[in-house]
């Protein structure tokens, strides 16, 4: 599979797209528009979700395919899913648990201080 660009080859920065066209009547759209959270996945992670869907979701039968075996799987698929969750809900998740981590006295409310503000 050929891969779709996701970033810029001179900074590294995410692209977006400036302009869709039908390819009938040559009408063109132009604008700022975001890619798809799919479509930024690496080409072969991308791979991966499409052999996924066509397994219709079976880890199992995605392990023999691939021969590898179910945990590798599993971690595969959660760490795409890490992928595409927004940015957001994971500063938020990060937060949660450095307070839960508070609360049960693992670490002290200086860590916890210091690591909120690297969030």
Same mark, same amino acid.
Request: aromatic content about 4%.
């Given at each position: 599979?050929?891969? =779709?660009?996701?970033?810029?080859? *001179?900074?590294?920065? *995410?692209?977006?797209?400036?302009?869709?066209?039908?390819?009938?009547?040559?009408?063109?759209? %132009? *604008?700022? =528009?975001? +890619?798809?959270?799919?479509?930024? +996945?690496?080409?072969?992670?991308?791979? =991966? $979700?499409?052999? =996924?869907?066509?397994? !219709? *979701?079976?880890? /199992?039968?995605?392990?023999?395919?691939?021969?590898? !075996?179910? &945990?590798?799987?599993?971690?595969?698929?959660?760490?795409?899913?890490?992928?595409?969750? &927004?940015?957001?809900?994971?500063?938020?998740? %990060?937060?949660?648990?450095?307070?839960?981590?508070?609360? /049960? /006295?693992?670490? !002290? $409310?200086?860590?916890?201080? /210091?690591?909120?503000? %690297?969030?």
């Amino acid at each position: 599979m050929i891969g =779709f660009p996701t970033r810029c080859p *001179g900074c590294g920065e *995410g692209l977006h797209t400036t302009r869709l066209a039908c390819a009938g009547c040559l009408t063109q759209v %132009e *604008g700022r =528009f975001d +890619l798809p959270e799919l479509l930024r +996945l690496p080409p072969d992670d991308l791979e =991966f $979700v499409i052999a =996924f869907v066509l397994a !219709s *979701g079976s880890l /199992k039968q995605m392990a023999a395919q691939l021969q590898q !075996s179910y &945990p590798t799987i599993r971690n595969r698929l959660d760490a795409i899913i890490e992928q595409l969750r &927004p940015s957001q809900q994971r500063r938020e998740d %990060e937060r949660a648990a450095i307070v839960e981590a508070v609360a /049960k /006295k693992q670490i !002290s $409310v200086a860590e916890a201080t /210091k690591r909120l503000r %690297e969030i």
